[in-house]
C-alpha cells in the first residue's frame, strides 16, 4: 500500500488522463482499498493513521454529485469506518457510521454491501460493548439486512 501511494506521487498525468474510465482509480477508492484492507487484517483505530483514513474516505463518498461518488463505494466506506470505531470501543460512533447503509432500501443491497455489513457483524461479536442491548439490536438488524429472497413463484421449475 505504501508502494502504491509513493508511486501515485511520481505519475505525471498526460492527455490520455482525462479520458477516464473504467481503470480511473482516483485517490478516494485508493484511500477506501487502503483502509478496507487494514480493516480485513484487522488493524486500525480511530487514533491511528487507518482511523483517520476511515473518516476521510466516508467524507470524499458521502457527496452524491462528488465526481467518483457511488453508492456502494461510500456504503463500504462506512462499514469500514463503523468496524474501525469498534475496534477503538465506540460503539455508538459505529452506529452512527453505519446508519445510512442499514437505511438503503433493499433494491440497493448488493452482495458487495451486503458482505461489508456482516464484516460489521463479525466485529460487533469481538466488540467489548457486544452484550450491550445497542449491539444486541445492530445484530439482530444487520441479521436481516440482506436482500429479500425471491418469492417461491419466481424460482425456475
Known amino acids: 500500500m505504501e508502494q502504491a501511494a509513493r508511486r501515485r506521487e511520481r505519475v505525471e498525468p498526460d492527455d490520455l488522463d482525462e479520458l477516464g474510465g473504467l481503470l480511473t482509480f482516483p485517490v478516494e477508492k485508493e484511500l477506501y482499498y487502503r483502509v478496507e484492507t487494514e480493516v480485513l487484517l484487522g488493524q486500525g483505530a ?3 493513521a487507518t482511523g483517520a483514513a476511515a473518516e476521510q474516505a466516508v467524507a470524499a463518498f458521502s457527496l452524491p454529485d462528488a465526481p467518483f461518488w457511488a453508492f456502494g463505494d461510500e456504503a463500504g466506506a462506512r462499514c469500514n469506518l463503523a468496524v474501525v470505531r469498534l475496534h477503538d470501543d465506540k460503539l455508538d460512533g459505529a452506529v452512527d457510521a453505519l446508519r445510512p447503509v442499514l437505511d438503503l432500501p433493499p433494491a440497493q443491497r448488493n452482495r458487495g454491501i451486503v458482505v461489508s455489513a456482516q ?6 461479536a469481538h466488540s467489548p460493548a457486544r452484550s450491550s442491548l445497542l449491539a444486541r439490536e445492530l445484530r439482530e438488524e444487520i ?3 440482506s436482500p ?5 413463484a419466481a424460482l425456475p421449475r
Do not use: D, E, I, K
Open 46 to 48: 480511530t487514533g491511528t
Open 119 to 124: 464484516r460489521v457483524h463479525r466485529a460487533l
Open 143 to 145: 441479521t436481516r439486512y
Open 148 to 152: 429479500s429472497a425471491p418469492s417461491p
